[in-house]
């Protein structure tokens, strides 16, 4: 089976916990495809590169890239206009390929992969 593809957007507690367990399920599972930060500094983006991921601080050029297809996109900020401009970006390129997990999926995800173990929340409302 192909692994899937995943572009992580924000690095805060949540989507650097995710980055990490993508990590430990290995490439042949999980591609991370890149991840996106506007805090240049993060330290977990320094990692990142050394492991080959690419970085981007917009999301906009991770998904305009052809030779970095995208499965699966995980939007850990939970800030509407990401959300909308996500949206609005798949559809005015004809991306009918990416998916746009809703947090409360993410949620899902992690209580299978982590069981007993709890997630940060850093926000109060799914988003949908």
């Not at 995943?6 to 690095?11: K, P, Q």
């Not at 991840?35 to 917009?58: F, K, N, T, W």
């Not at 899902?108 to 850093?122: N, Q, R």
């Amino acid at each position: 089976m192909k692994p899937v593809s995943v572009l992580l957007i924000g690095m805060g507690r949540v989507g650097s916990r995710f980055y990490e367990k993508f990590r430990e399920l290995g490439e042949n599972r999980v591609r991370i495809a890149g991840v996106c930060e506007i805090d240049s500094r993060h330290p977990l983006l320094q990692r990142a590169r050394e492991a080959g991921v690419p970085v981007y601080e917009d999301y906009r050029a991770a998904l305009t890239l052809p030779e970095h297809p995208v499965d699966i996109v995980l939007d850990t900020t939970n800030l509407p206009e990401v959300k909308n401009g996500l949206r609005h970006l798949l559809q005015e390129t004809g991306n009918h390929h990416t998916v746009l997990l809703p947090l409360v999926a993410s949620y899902l995800l992690w209580h299978m992969a982590s069981p007993g173990e709890d997630l940060p929340e850093d926000h109060a409302d799914p988003g949908y």
